[in-house]
Each structure stands twice: as C-alpha cells, then as structure tokens.
C-alpha cells in the first residue's frame, strides 16, 4: 500500500493544504478542542483527539513551526495534535530560554527526544541553528526522530538510547509513546535499550568538556539517576532543564537539585513571568497547580548562564513596563 504524503500546516499563516473534506473538518476539531481544553491544562485532549485518530486515514501531517522548522508526526496523534492550535505553546519556559540563547554558541542535549520537537526547533535559523544531539530511547519513537531529523536535511543527531546513572541497558515499557519509560511500572510490553550516562557523552567524545549545553531532560522519573550521571558535565556551563511532576507534592526532583547538588534552582514563575531562583521549595506549591501535567525545573553551576538568565529577567521586566 503506497503511503499518503503527509498533510501541510503552517503554523504562521494557519495554511492547511493536502487534506481532504473529512481531514480539514477533524482539523478544526482538533484545534478547537485545545483552546477549550487549555482552560483545563488540556484534561482530556490526549484521548478525545486518540478516538478521533481512528476515524482518519493513516498519515503524517507535517506543521510548519516557523521559516526553517518542519515537525512530522501521525495525523490525529494526540499529544502533539495541540499544534493545530495556533495559541498554543508547548512549554513555552524552554523556549523563553531558548530565543534568549540564539545569540549564544551552545550544543542541545536533548534526552528523551520523543519524535525530536526541541531538536528541530532549536537547530532552525530562527532559534540560532544550534548543534542538537536528540536522545530517544523507543524504537518506535526514534523512526519518527529519525524521520524529522531526515525532513529537516539531517542537521541534528539522533541516537537510540536512554538516559540514566551509568552505562547499561534497561528494560523499557509503556502504553503512551510521550511517557515510555526505564523507571518500571509503566506496564504494557517493553523492550530492551541501552542505557548511557550524560557524562559518558564526554568520555565517548560526543561532547568537549569546555563547550556550552542546554541539556533536555525528559526522562519520565529517571531524572535524579540522569543527574546523578552528569556531575562532571554539569559542573562546567551547562543548564538541566527537568520536569517537576505536578501529582508530586513532595517536589522530588527540585528537592534533589536544591539539596543533593552544586546547582541553582530555577523556576519559571508566571506570576512575575521571571526565572526565579528557587531557596524555598513552597514556591512550587504555587506554581504547580495542575496535578496531570509536569512543569520544568532548571538547575545550573554555571557563572555564564545565570548572567544569561539575569538578564533575560531585566528584558521580561522592561518589556512589562
């Protein structure tokens, strides 16, 4: 059976092309159902958009993010079928950090790709076209990293492998492709996977100890095992950017970084739209107010990047002037 050529959508002008009567009418659903879900944290949209999948014929729609950035993923996929919403943001504090960092000569790490979206962003003309390597461990998620990196003329590296404490390999399992993970209990069939460590990147020679990272990590509970194996890298200029779970009233992983580590803790506070620098974990118990959704949680050692931050935050304040 020959494939169907993905749909087009172009996030800037709204441009639908290549869809049918039935693709353009499930379109529309799509985006109205994330503006009226996001007044919710988008409760639901996952599965609501997952049945409507069903109905439709099996292909790729391919949004155009901007001038230089073309994310492919299947039509209908829930999780990122919000991109047919054009006001909505996916975790618009990463990107507030990088378009601030275009100017700033630094590699992304991107550790548990999924289908590469942060990579393809961030490797375009208009975030700065950064060197990217994208870290997936899912067979069936890294063919459609692959393909992204392909689409966009293979200017980022994709590598099949998780993310942990130390060299090794993992079982990996789960039912939901933006939740697979090596932490057990995800339940459903797995398969296994080779495990690395962030600073086995250094030793193998991916990376040079003196370089500059943002390093993405989306490792669905291995987050302290994943900082645990990059003290070495993130001594040096380096920023850990990891999701805080909002069912996790404990704040696990904002604890270990503020308490087990050299790294600041830093925190997107919507209230003053700043990135605050966290010494009080209650803050969080204000800034978490959805229990289903995760909420991002920087820490760095680095002299460099907290001027950077600095002066992102007197930028954000004079812009609200």
């Keep these: 059976m020959i494939a169907l050529p993905p749909i087009q959508f172009d996030r800037a002008s709204g441009a639908l092309e290549g869809a049918n009567l039935w693709e353009r009418t499930a379109a529309l659903a799509l985006s109205t159902g994330s503006k009226i879900s996001s007044h919710f ?8 958009a997952n049945l409507l999948r069903k109905t439709l014929p ?19 996929e829930g999780y990122w079928s919000k991109l047919l919403n054009r006001s909505f943001r996916y975790e618009d504090e990463l990107e507030l950090l990088f378009r601030d960092s275009a100017g700033v000569d630094y590699t992304l790490l991107d550790c548990g790709a999924n289908f590469g979206y942060w990579s393809v962003l961030v490797s375009s003309a208009p975030f700065g076209s950064h060197k990217a390597i994208a870290i997936e461990p899912s067979s069936q998620n890294f063919a459609k990293l692959k393909n992204n990196a392909a689409i966009n003329n293979h200017r980022f590296e994709p590598m099949r492998c998780a993310i942990g404490a130390a060299r090794g390999t993992a079982r990996l399992s789960g039912t939901k492709h933006e939740a697979f993970s090596i932490a057990g209990g995800a339940g459903g069939r797995g398969e296994d996977v080779p495990v690395l460590a962030l600073d086995n990147l ?13 390093v993405k990590l989306d490792v669905e509970g291995v987050e302290i095992e994943a900082i645990k194996g990059g003290a070495r890298l993130l001594q040096g200029d380096s920023v850990v ?3 805080e779970h ?26 003053s739209n ?13 800034i978490k107010v959805s229990s289903h959704v995760g909420y991002n949680v920087f820490g760095t050692a680095s002299a460099f990047w907290q001027n950077r931050i600095n002066a992102l935050n007197a930028n954000a304040a004079r812009r609200m002037q």
Aim: net charge negative.
């Design 241 to 243: 950017m990891c999701e």
């Design 202 to 214: 250094l030793d193998d020679g991916k990376i040079s100890a003196d370089g500059k990272y943002l």
């Design 58 to 76: 099996e292909r790729n729609i391919a949004i155009k993010l901007n001038s230089d950035a073309i994310f492919e993923f299947p039509y209908g």
């Design 41 to 48: 944290s988008h409760r639901g949209y996952i599965g609501c």
């Design 274 to 286: 700043r990135l605050e620098t966290v010494t009080e974990l209650s803050i969080l118990d204000r």
């Design 246 to 271: 909002g069912n996790d009233p404990n704040h696990t992983v904002s604890r270990f970084i503020l308490e087990q580590t050299p790294l600041k803790l830093i925190v997107y506070d919507p209230r």
